[in-house]
């Protein structure tokens, strides 16, 4: 099972991006059995878990991105999205997509930077 995460990049504070992930390698029911959620981890940091969503997409979030980022997924194609607004330097990291239960692999993430 191989997330692959996409979509960072560069950005100045304020700014916007919206990252994705694919889930390779298990099917459709499993990964809606699932709780998803998008991870992040900064330099010199521990990984740390940004939001969660279930099959129904009931969400959940860390405070210091409650009201700026949006987590969403969508079933059929087994992907799952973080539209991240009002972007600010601290939230510069690797973010990475994974269970809550972080059963799956890790990917590779995708770096997202934030200028100030």
């Known amino acids: 099972v191989q997330p692959v995460e996409s979509g960072g990049g560069l950005v100045q504070a304020g700014g916007s991006l919206r990252v994705s992930c694919r889930i390779s390698?298990?099917?459709?029911?499993?990964?809606?059995?699932?709780?998803m959620g998008w991870y992040r981890q900064a330099p010199g940091k521990q990984r740390e878990l940004v939001a969660t969503?279930?099959?129904?997409?009931?969400?959940n979030y860390a405070d210091s991105v409650k009201g700026r980022f949006t987590i969403s997924r969508d079933n059929a194609n087994k992907r799952l999205h973080l539209q991240m607004n009002s972007l600010k330097p601290e939230d510069t990291a690797v973010y990475y997509c994974?269970?809550?239960?972080?059963?799956?692999?890790w990917g590779q993430g995708t770096q997202v930077t934030v200028s100030s």
């Open positions: 969503i279930t099959r129904l997409s009931a969400t």
């Open positions: 390698g298990i099917i459709t029911s499993e990964f809606n059995s699932r709780i």
């Open positions: 994974n269970s809550d239960t972080q059963d799956l692999s």
